[in-house]
């Protein structure tokens, strides 16, 4: 499989939310309300701004296929990912969180919904642990040198 991340930009605006608002991206979300363009817009342009976050589009042959973002505190990084409903059942979320996780240090977690069994295996094929299950949430970490 020939994968590789790239940065996001704005002109990926529209895949984003696409992907974003499939219904089982939605169902798999902790917020799962169907987002508006414009508000879309907006998160997309202060979130490109903000060093704290790094979004990744992960290309599968030059096509768009998934995302990968990572959220960078004092204490950790928080990864959340969505792969494009056209690519599904092809590795491409294990492919591309795993080379997400390589480009990290530090702590890093994930917070996965319960019954999300596509992202639980994504999450420990990338070398995640589960170390909390309450309610309706997953929690894994790991800690790259
Ligand atoms: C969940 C999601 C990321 C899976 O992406 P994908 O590219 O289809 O996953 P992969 O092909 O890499 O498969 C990962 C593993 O999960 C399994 N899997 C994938 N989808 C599954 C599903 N709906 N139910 C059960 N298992 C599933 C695969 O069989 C594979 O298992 P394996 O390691 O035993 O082979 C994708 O469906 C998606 O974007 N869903 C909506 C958003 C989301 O869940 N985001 C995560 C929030 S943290």
Redesign the pocket.
Known sequence: MSLLLRPAAMADAKRLLDWRNDP??RE??FQSDVIRFDDHCGWLERVLANDSYQLWIAELDGQPV?HVRACTSDVETTL????APS?????????MVKMAVKLLSGKIR???KSG????A??AE?AGLVLVNAERDVLVYEMTNE
Do not use: C, D, L, P
């Not at 959340?80 to 792969?83: A, F, G, N, P, R």
């Open positions: 089982h991206t798999a979300s998934g959340s990912w969505m792969v690519a599904r059942g092809k590795g491409v979320g294990k492919q994930a917070e996965v999300n069994a596509g992202s295996r994504i094929f």
